[in-house]
């Protein structure tokens, strides 16, 4: 086996949870679980949250049957709604929350004969331009919807685009666009996103939707996970497999890019991009070696990456290595790769084995 796991910890991701619920006292909250819940494993996730959580968040149709696998009675809110007609009938069978952002979805579910009336979240396009109806548009389906056969609920959702930039303009417009329809009849709302619940309560509604915070990485450039009280979930861990010296002048990795320019000693890692490390992680990104600072030397290869063990003498074969995680912050790792934390924590691909820890 190479020497490579994603340690989880799913007390760490219990008490990010937590974290979400005291933000946002008398709350519910959906979980956001999608994406195998952000590369951590979404049958875990679920498992050790089934108590928790009042719901779970997620991208599509295959993702919801997964989840319903494994817990028969939360609400689970599907995220982009329905991409074809015929899959408002299976939604109704698994009894899922439906997200109905443009006219095409709700013509769709109009036309469906369904076993059982559907919990359905209009969607507003209250300033992020992805998805979503015009406040216009949503009050000319609100009226066709609410007494339709096909509807249990009607629900009203939106979602932020830069609650992650505090102060950002388009945040209070958007709360205010939002605010804008209340003077409709809707059962429940949500708004709030990581970024939201923990620096905007004017948007915690109805329901919460934590992602990113609950896997203990900060949704804001300039607040750490640390300060806001979150625990990291994940940490990719790995060995050094080979140690070499390396003479002025003599260059390391695909490309010759990185050259030495004192006498160096080389560490090789075996992970590389096809175990979801960045490639484009340039040289001086940090890792953790046996507890210490060392920087990425050379390009990041499919398999494996070097680093720069120069000023750590002592380190040699087997010595334990942190690429992120309880030590290291995914954080800075994404900052100094020039990507989020979002997407190194959801790019770990499945060959890279999970090992979960409850406490």
Not at 225 to 243: C, F, M, N, T
Not at 292 to 315: C, F, K, Y
Request: hydrophobic letters at 45%; glycine letters at 8%; aromatic letters at 6%.
């Amino acid at each position: 086996m190479r020497p490579l796991i994603a340690s989880v910890d799913l007390a760490a991701l219990r008490h990010n949870h937590a974290v979400a619920k005291r933000c946002a006292p008398g709350r519910q909250v959906f979980a956001v679980v999608k994406a195998n819940a952000y590369g951590h494993g979404v049958r875990e996730v679920v498992s050790a949250l089934h108590d928790e959580a009042d719901g779970f968040a997620v991208a599509c149709l295959e993702e919801a049957a997964e989840v319903r696998a494994m817990h028969g009675t939360a609400r689970i809110l599907l995220l982009e709604g329905c991409f074809e007609a015929n899959e408002y009938r299976v939604a109704a069978q698994l009894g899922l929350d439906v997200v109905v952002q443009d006219r095409r979805q709700a013509e769709a579910l109009l036309a469906q004969p369904l076993s059982k009336p559907l919990a359905v979240w209009l969607k507003l396009d209250s300033g992020m331009h992805r998805l979503g109806f015009s406040a216009t548009e949503l009050r000319l389906w609100h009226l066709r919807l609410q007494d339709a056969a096909q509807v249990a609920e009607l629900n009203l959702i939106s979602h932020f685009a830069c609650a992650d930039e505090r102060g950002h303009p388009l945040t209070e417009q958007q709360v205010e666009a939002f605010l804008d329809l209340l003077d409709l009849d809707f059962n429940q709302r949500s708004l709030a996103n990581s970024a939201a619940i923990l620096s905007i309560p004017a948007a915690h509604m109805d329901w919460v939707r934590p992602g990113i915070m609950l896997y203990g990485a900060t949704p804001f450039a300039d607040l750490s996970a640390q300060e806001l009280g979150l625990r990291p979930v994940l940490s990719l861990e790995a060995e050094l497999i080979g140690v070499r010296d390396v003479a002025v002048g003599e260059s390391v990795g695909y490309g010759a890019h990185w050259v030495a320019m004192r006498p160096a000693r080389i560490g090789t890692v075996s992970c590389g991009y096809a175990d979801g490390y960045p490639r484009h992680a340039p040289a001086g990104t940090p890792v953790l070696v046996d507890g210490q600072r060392v920087e990425l030397a050379g390009r990041v290869s499919m398999d494996m990456l070097t680093l720069d063990l120069s000023d750590h003498p002592g380190i040699q074969v087997g010595a334990k290595v942190e690429l992120w995680g309880a030590q290291l912050p995914v954080d800075e790792v994404a900052r100094a790769a020039g990507t989020l934390g979002y997407e190194l924590l959801s790019k770990i691909t499945p060959r890279v084995p999970r090992r979960y820890r409850s406490r």
